[in-house]
DNA sequence: TCGGATCCACACCTGGATCCCG
DNA sequence: CGGGATCCAGGTGTGGATCCGA
């Protein structure tokens, strides 16, 4: 049904690059899976398609593992056009619930993004989702400087979270990573504690990267 | 569909003892429910059903709260065959996620068993599920030697667990309140950590009142 | 008998992301 | 355009308890 598991991270680029130019519904048909019609209501599904396409069997869902642990490795697809991409891109959750003495080098967000692996997926929304194409893969770290900034947007955040100031937790804050709601709707809250201890029902949130940073991102692959 | 929520404790007895008499399949019938052939693949019906009957809208579902919080009284159904139960009690999951400090006046336990509105069901296996009548509910507290015992019962599994003793957590321990497997299954697992921070995976518990001790609690009912 | 095993419901949480209105 | 809202999958945790084999 699925790929093994890649062992090395050149196979694991290999068998990324060997996407390239292939069309979704090619991908899919490999593994027997339909292509929805659109993403409205399988949003997920070009990411968990590459990763089972991949050899990622989904052995980490749910944890803060990234997917390819035996590599250190985190899978990110990113819909781009004209080398652009389209959309922010998620992270990870963002636990309201304060576990004191949390550090940048220990956190969800460092560890996902220590090593990404990123696959490009055409997004024009005028070709229908299954005749996409794959772009080219790489593998990327942030530089020192990107992570200082990804640092200093995380500690603005937890700071707030720490205080309990909640409703300052906007989209507006954060150079490179901001937080946004995140949830099966606006009513999906979760129990949050502040600094004193205080519970409270919060709106659930997650970290994302801005497109104004993957873009960045993926101009510097296109330069290597 | 279901009562209003009671606003006094007064008012929710009054409430439970209006059922008092009544079969299953009566009350059952009132909120427009089926009452399962038996309770084998249904094990929660009968404690859901008085609980809505009596306006508990599971609001506190998931929550470390009594089922009526604005009067604090938590509800337990107990399954009884002339006057004895036939079934231990089940208190609460057992968190094996040590989180330091904590004390027996904020535990989840106290805080189940601090005032509880026991009703008494019949169990007779003989007498179909729809048949069977409610039996005369009461409102109870823990009396000050009832509360030493248990504490001390919670104490003695607290400490093992934050000792990471589990493998010494079994059901003959305790006096009143002993700790037993609670999941899906026996593969039921979850993570647990020990004092010193160092992680498990253990199998799922719970914290159940033995069968004598709520034996005692009914027969000092009876003879209010 | 009773300690261990099991059964359902359902909200929460995380991971995978894209949709959509002002 | 971008911040807020939304959608699916599936594991986990808690609450409601009773079943069952040695």
Avoid at 107 to 134: C, G, H, N, T
Avoid at 177 to 202: D, H
Wanted: hydrophobic fraction near 35%; glycine fraction near 8%.
């Amino acid at each position: 049904m699925s790929s093994p598991i890649p062992n090395t991270e050149e196979e694991l680029l290999a068998k990324a690059s060997s996407l390239y130019g292939k069309r979704i519904g090619e991908i899919a048909d490999a593994l027997n899976l339909c292509v929805p019609p659109n993403q409205k209501n399988k949003k997920g599904f070009v990411g968990e398609l590459i990763e089972l396409s991949l050899g990622g069997y989904k052995r980490n869902k749910n944890l803060p593992l990234p997917d390819f642990e035996n590599l250190g490795i985190e899978l990110k697809t990113i819909p781009v056009i004209d080398g652009r991409p389209t959309e922010s891109t998620h992270v990870c959750s963002a636990a309201l619930k304060r576990s004191a003495g949390e550090h940048w080098k220990n956190s969800r967000v460092f560890r996902k993004l220590e090593k990404v692996l990123w696959v490009p997926i055409q997004a024009d929304p005028r070709i229908e989702l299954s005749q996409r194409v794959v772009g080219r893969s790489f593998i990327w770290s942030p530089s020192t400087e990107d992570e200082k900034i990804l640092r200093s947007d995380w500690e603005e955040h937890v700071e707030l979270i720490t205080l309990g100031r909640f409703a300052e937790l906007h989209g507006e804050r954060g150079e490179y990573l901001q937080i946004r709601p995140k949830g099966r709707n606006s009513n999906s809250k979760g129990l949050s504690t502040s600094e004193l201890g205080e519970s409270a029902i919060t709106q659930s949130r997650g970290f994302y990267l801005r497109k104004s940073f993957t873009a960045k991102i993926l101009k510097y692959a296109c330069l290597l």
